[in-house]
């Protein structure tokens, strides 16, 4: 199959986000007689490659699986992996997975524990949530969480500003919620108000994935950016704002610009995987007014001398969201149980 190529032979790959750090990275592999790829589609452990050769399919060799002990290890959309030609030279075989500089990932759906990567070594997350039926303070404070432990910085984006008239006061109140001022976006896909706004985030080089519930119009911005019709949308129900599950699998685009965008399927359920870290972050004004409790355990529910719930009586903090980070706080405890379980048993 010839020797794989130099890193000053890996031209095709600099647009999608190839640079010196990660030839460094990749050093010891290239000795191995392995190629770094980029995984821009993933769908049922087949894999979609761009190579120095251009696109490949592949899938995890044989020895990889074996490996592998945790789902989170297999490759994702976003991964640089190391590879090797099949035979024939057309397919591809995935021998290892570079370390990943940043992940959005979340509790597989279910019982299981397991961790699933969303997207992998992102720049930017698009926290996409509409201004109609779909504005739901409580998932966006979700996202948050998971954005802050991803390494990524967030940007929300508000489509469907077009479709109410309190669009404006929205973007307030999700300013109010957003973590470490994380910007605020009115868009609409749909007729392009607000997207100009996004061009300082598509810059050259750089990764941004776009998150939130079916039928928000992740596809449709998308669609925009690129400048024609190159992903599938659907129609949302008129009931509830909420739509069919038109992108069935992860994708990495390539923008005119040189930006890159991971499209992702909607999720029906976001579950917090080891998120104690973007709690606070996302928490941050909750957690500022914890030390002035009563008692430094306090748990902000019907002890005495609480400065929480304290500041919810006078109206400084809403109920609602106390409410829901004791319920993440409970998530968080009870994920650290599972985890600590399934270790000891594998142990």
Same mark, same amino acid.
């Given at each position: ?58 899938? +995890? ?19 640089? +992996? ?178 890159? +965008? ?45 400065? +929480? ?39």
């Amino acid at each position: 199959m010839g020797t794989p190529p130099s890193g000053h032979e890996r031209g095709p790959l600099v647009p999608y986000g190839w640079d010196p750090g990660w030839e460094s990275l990749f050093a010891p592999l290239g000795e191995q007689g392995l190629a770094p790829a980029r995984v821009i589609l993933e769908h049922t452990h087949i894999y979609t490659l761009m190579t120095e050769r251009g696109e490949a399919l592949a899938r +995890v060799s044989g020895r990889f699986r074996h490996r592998a002990r945790e789902r989170q290890e297999f490759p994702a959309v976003g991964d640089w +992996v190391a590879y090797r030609w099949e035979e024939d030279g057309r397919r591809a075989r995935i021998h290892g997975v570079l370390p990943r500089r940043s992940r959005f990932s979340r509790k597989t759906a279910g019982l299981t524990t397991d961790e699933q990567i969303v997207a992998a070594n992102i720049d930017t997350v698009f926290i996409v949530m509409g201004c109609d039926d779909d504005f739901n303070p409580r998932r966006l404070e979700r996202y948050l969480v998971l954005s802050s432990e991803s390494g990524a910085e967030p940007v929300v984006l508000l489509n469907k500003a077009d479709k109410v008239p309190d669009a404006p006061e929205k973007q307030r109140e999700t300013e109010r919620l957003a973590a470490r001022g994380a910007p605020v976006h009115l868009t609409s896909a749909r007729t392009g108000q607000g997207l100009d706004a996004l061009e300082s985030f598509l810059v050259a080089g750089r990764t941004i994935a776009l998150l939130g519930s079916s039928g928000v119009g992740k596809s449709t911005i998308i669609n925009r950016l690129v400048g024609r019709e190159m992903l599938r949308t659907a129609e949302v129900r008129e009931s509830d704002s909420r739509g069919r599950h038109t992108t069935r699998h992860r994708q990495l685009v390539l923008l005119p610009g040189g930006a890159m +965008v991971i499209d992702t399927p909607g999720m029906r359920e976001l579950q917090l995987w080891d998120a104690s870290e973007g709690v606070s972050e996302t928490f941050e004004d909750i957690e500022a007014l914890a030390p002035a409790c009563r008692f430094r355990d306090c748990r902000h529910r019907a002890e005495p001398g609480c400065a +929480v719930r304290a500041a919810v009586e006078r109206g400084e903090l809403p109920a609602g969201r106390l409410a829901h980070y004791l319920k993440l706080q409970e998530e968080r405890r009870e994920f650290e149980k599972k985890v600590k379980g399934k270790r000891q048993k594998r142990d």
